[in-house]
């Protein structure tokens, strides 16, 4: 079934909810379900719900320490069981599952203790801890291993992926290896039941006497991500304690909780996987509809997830729950049941970012009776937990079915997943899947792409960026080199230093979903589930180049190389910012109480805070050049630490404070209430502030801050702000509401400005974008659409009335700067230079704004 053309404005809105069940069991026919449509939770997909996130200093240090780019979370050289003592955390009964039925978070590691001891199949471990500081387990059920045993598992998983054309000629390596499984629970907190399906399931395996399990286990590791969101799962949300969205994160690593997800999928290596979700009725299993993602080894992979999925399908309508009786639909399967709506194209989702790492078989399940949201704080208890106890079954058959189908398919699924790793490691071409591979498999599903013979990662916009970039790709298991000498790649020449990402390597295809520009697939489908454009390659300020020839002598690189430097001639210093890190830098020495002067979108540092200077190019690695002469540096204002009381989403709210900005959450309500803004240099809005619904006292001192302070805004927010305010004159107009991607920009800057857009990269990110029209004379275009394209990767069409799309966007404003009449300085973003903390290399671009629209006014000077 198609996905209604009506249905999308709600659901790019996060306000569409999947079909919901009678509130009572009624023995009255029930409505069939909607087509499958994803359930965006509680609040927008934007996470514009958590812009009052409380500080948590210690608990984050404590996550890092813990969680840290450490690799390793699988320890190869001893045998199973492992048993580990778990710390129990106190008790808390107001933990959200409790009303459920299920078990809070605090009663996991008691029951995982027991459990360890009951038997010798149990391992459990705490792998790191989430941002809220609480601890994530994870669960290794298998038969037990003497230290070689697991030596020889390790050996094997690491010549699968490290010589895979010579596992495959190894006839008796596939019956010797243990196939992993992975099963991730409670991603999104407020989908609870995963956690108590996969608790069930360890128990039933730990204590059963049945041979099928005993040989279930002498075959197989099944690994169990316990809760992978603790913090939403003892508050009732979605998103974690920072308000991000998990699920959303992969590629960018910006959490905790997802960083430790990729190591177990590192360490592991799982042939499947499973992810459990809610709500969707009747059960929605996965594989999806297109687009699909064109860096898999996609006849495999829906070969597998397919027979997979049809067996999970078996399985949950086996249990027994009918409409009528229980209020439970059969379940569903996209790929089969629906048009588009549901597709697997970007490797933001958990499953759609394991098959890099090998798994040849991954799903999103997402089980049927709704128990958050309205329902949680309306619905009876009993009635709740009616629904949890039907959830946790449907849970528990998936999981119980997934692994029956690797027991059953164990060899080809090791086969498969050596032959995803061989086509890597020896260039071969993107296939083309066969039609029909698959019943229903057509035109529509075939997607593929282009691997070049290379990338090559250069500093030739900032040495900070190109070795931040390395540095990820190397925590994703990508293979790096560094040149040892200049060389020559498609009429080019690189530097000595130069990186090189050899793409025949195993994990090509997760090199290339990160490195390449992508592509704008508009023309194929006009319902996409979430993002449809990123690129490391184009968003995170390195220069990247693909490259169709390769001949270098190169090293393997564990860590990218140091980039600080600090000149040695006398006299002041100069820092460009020009990247995130540089951004850190300068606020180190800002809240050092360093006097530094702003001009023309870099800082003058005196030559009196030269050690200083030294130890910040140390510790963050940046670059200071010579300031220039004396009359250069003296154009420039006075800067000090900004302030920032911001109105704005969570992802940008951790994105300035990450970046070492002071951060004061506000909003309507906040400021109704009374704010003092003595202590206040820029306000940013984005989300959460109508400056028509302040009440009259809340708006003078509004506006007496407005005649001293700065403003940025972002976004449909934003722009409504700067209208209501009278700020800048210029009419914002939006493209269509789930337009994203990767678009061209110029970047211009102004006089006045300081430079906000100059110097920035010539791509930006766009979700819902907006460009401005109608510019009064006090307004200077910082940065606009290109007037090719404008879109590089993702998915922008126009609106049903043929109003919104890119082609009227080309060569419009899409960045403005000024001052109003009353001396505030403006700048207005149409564009999302802080998406999901992912594109790095826009980042500097907001900090300029924000030291621009402080230190213009002298609002950031400050005794």
């Not at 026919?29 to 927008?44: L, M, Q, S």
Request: hydrophobic share 40%; charged share 20%; no cysteine.
């Amino acid at each position: 079934m198609r996905l209604p053309p009506a249905l999308l404005p709600a659901l790019l809105t996060g306000l569409l909810v999947s079909p919901l069940v009678p509130h009572a069991v009624s023995a009255d026919p029930v409505a069939p379900p909607a087509p499958a449509v994803r359930d965006f939770g509680n609040g927008p997909e934007r996470n514009e719900v958590a812009a009052d996130v409380p500080e948590r200093a210690e608990a984050r240090a404590a996550a890092r320490s813990e969680q840290a780019e450490q690799p390793g979370i699988l320890s190869h050289d001893r045998g199973y069981p492992r048993r580990t003592r778990l710390p129990v955390p106190p008790e808390n009964p107001a933990d959200a599952s409790i009303k459920l039925g299920l078990v809070p978070h605090h009663g996991i590691a008691p029951r995982l203790n027991d459990l360890q001891q009951r038997g010798d199949r149990v391992s459990a471990q705490v792998i790191g801890r989430s941002y809220g500081g609480r601890d994530l387990y994870l669960v290794t059920v298998t038969a037990p291993e003497s230290a070689a045993e697991t030596r020889e598992q390790e050996r094997i998983r690491d010549r699968i992926e490290n010589d895979p054309a010579a596992a495959a000629r190894d006839r008796k390596l596939v019956k010797r290896y243990k196939a992993p499984v992975f099963v991730n629970a409670n991603i999104h907190g407020n989908e609870w039941e995963g956690t108590d399906a996969a608790l069930r399931v360890i128990e039933e395996l730990a204590t059963s006497k049945d041979p099928k399990v005993a040989d279930l286990l002498a075959r197989t590791r099944l690994y169990f991500n316990i809760t992978a969101n603790p913090d939403g799962r003892v508050t009732g949300v979605r998103q974690n304690g920072a308000g991000f969205d998990l699920n959303r994160d992969f590629v960018t690593a910006s959490q905790p909780e997802v960083r430790a997800m990729r190591q177990i999928m590192i360490d592991a290596q799982p042939v499947t996987m499973i992810d459990l979700h809610g709500y969707v009725n009747g059960t929605l299993i996965e594989p999806t509809t297109p687009p699909h993602g064109a860096n898999y080894e996609y006849d495999l992979f829906i070969q597998n997830t397919y027979a997979n999925g049809l067996g999970m399908e078996a399985a949950v309508n086996g249990l027994g729950y009918t409409v009528e009786k229980d209020g439970v639909y059969p379940a569903q399967i996209p790929f089969r049941d629906s048009a588009e709506g549901w597709d697997d194209w970007p490797p933001i989702f958990t499953p759609q970012y394991a098959p890099f790492h090998g798994a040849v078989a991954a799903h999103t399940v997402e089980i049927p009776l709704r128990v958050n949201g309205s329902d949680y704080t309306q619905l009876p208890v009993e009635e709740l937990r009616r629904r949890s106890a039907i959830n946790t079954d449907v849970a528990a058959a998936a999981i119980r079915s997934t692994y029956a189908f690797v027991r059953d398919r164990h060899d080809r699924l090791i086969a498969d997943q050596i032959e995803v790793f061989r086509r890597g490691a020896a260039g071969e071409p993107s296939k083309t899947v066969p039609l029909g591979i698959v019943p229903g498999f057509g035109p529509e599903d075939v997607y593929t792409t282009t691997f070049p013979r290379a990338y090559v990662i250069t500093g030739r916009r900032s040495e900070a960026a190109a070795a931040r970039l390395v540095d990820h790709l190397i925590a994703n298991d990508v293979r790096v080199e560094r040149a040892r000498h200049a060389f020559r790649a498609d009429g080019r020449t690189y530097p000595a230093g130069s990186y090189v990402v050899d793409m025949r390597q195993p994990k090509r295809g997760l090199a290339n979903v990160m490195l390449e520009a992508g592509a704008d697939i508009s023309p194929r489908v006009d319902a996409m589930y979430d993002i449809s454009g990123w690129s490391h390659g184009l968003l995170w300020g390195a220069g990247v180049d693909g490259v169709t020839s390769l001949r270098v002598q190169a090293d393997p690189v564990k860590a990218a190389a140091p980039t600080g430097s600090v000149p040695r001639t006398p006299g002041a210093l100069a820092l460009k910012v020009s990247d995130a890190k540089d951004v850190l830098a300068l606020n180190d020495l800002l809240a050092q109480g360093t006097a530094v002067t702003w001009a023309d979108g870099a800082a003058i540092v005196p030559a009196s805070a030269r050690q200083a200077a030294r130890e910040v190019s140390e510790r963050y690695g940046v670059v200071f050049t010579p300031a220039g002469t004396p009359a250069d540096m003296a154009s420039g204002a006075p800067l000090s630490q900004v302030r920032i009381a911001a109105a704005a989403s969570a992802d940008e709210l951790f994105t300035l404070r990450e970046l070492g900005f002071s951060v004061t959450p506000v909003s309507t309500a906040a400021l109704n209430a009374g704010y003092d803004w003595s202590g206040t240099d820029v306000l940013f809005v984005s989300s959460g502030l109508s400056y028509t619904a302040l009440n009259p006292a809340a708006r003078t001192a509004l506006d007496a801050f407005l005649t001293t302070g700065g403003v940025i805004t972002r976004g449909g927010t934003g722009a409504a702000f700067n209208a209501a305010a009278g700020l800048l004159t210029a009419t914002a107009v939006a493209g269509r509401g789930d337009a994203n991607g990767v678009v061209r920009v110029l970047s211009t800057g102004g006089p006045v400005s300081g430079q906000v857009g100059g110097g920035s990269p010539d791509h930006s990110f766009v979700y819902s974008p907006r460009w401005f029209t109608g510019l009064g004379p006090e307004v200077t275009v910082e940065q606009s659409y290109a007037a090719e394209g404008p879109l590089v990767s993702g998915h922008w069409r126009p609106d049903a009335d043929g109003t919104g799309g890119q082609d009227a966007a080309r060569g419009q404003a899409a960045v403005v700067s000024g001052r109003d009449e009353r001396g505030a300085t403006v700048v207005l973003f149409g564009t999302e230079p802080m998406f999901r903390n992912h594109p790095k290399g826009l980042f500097p671009q907001v900090a300029k704004a924000l030291y621009w629209a402080s230190s213009v006014t002298g609002a950031a000077v400050k005794g």
